[in-house]
Nanobody
Framework: QVQLVESGGGLVQPGGSLRLSCTKS????????MGWYRQAPGKERAFVAS????????EYADSVKGRFTISRDNAKNTVYLQMNSLKPEDTAVYYC?????????WGQGTRVTVSS
């Protein structure tokens, strides 16, 4: 029932910044976790960051701690991923995910390329 749409990807130079957005199509009244994952060419999909709908607790992959920040705007049904100090190894397709006791839904992905 719920759909996710990511946006904000693009091409940036090393050291640059991007902000990704993930908007869900409707409100969800049960507890859920929204997260960001990424998949680089030839690699498996990997966890990046997550945030809880109820507590707001956040989790980060060690590779992005201190550089990426996940946040939410409940009124807009949107979760953000602020990415600073980008490195070439951050190049990947970034996917938004929502998980609850009844649902596991993925967005279509947005491409991030970090290159000189």
């Amino acid at each position: 029932q719920v759909q996710l749409v990511e946006s904000g990807g693009g091409l940036v130079q090393p050291g640059g910044s991007l902000r990704l957005s993930c908007t869900k199509s409707r409100s969800i009244f049960m507890a859920y976790v929204m997260g960001w994952y990424r998949q680089a060419p030839g690699k498996e999909r990997a966890f990046v960051a997550s945030i809880s709908s109820r507590s707001g607790n956040t989790e980060y992959a060690d590779s992005v701690k201190g550089r990426f920040t996940i946040s939410r705007d409940n009124a807009k049904n949107t979760v953000y991923l602020q990415m600073n100090s980008l490195k070439p190894e951050d190049t990947a397709v970034y996917y938004c995910n929502i998980r609850s006791s009844r649902d596991d839904v993925w967005g279509q992905g947005t491409r991030v390329t970090v290159s000189s």
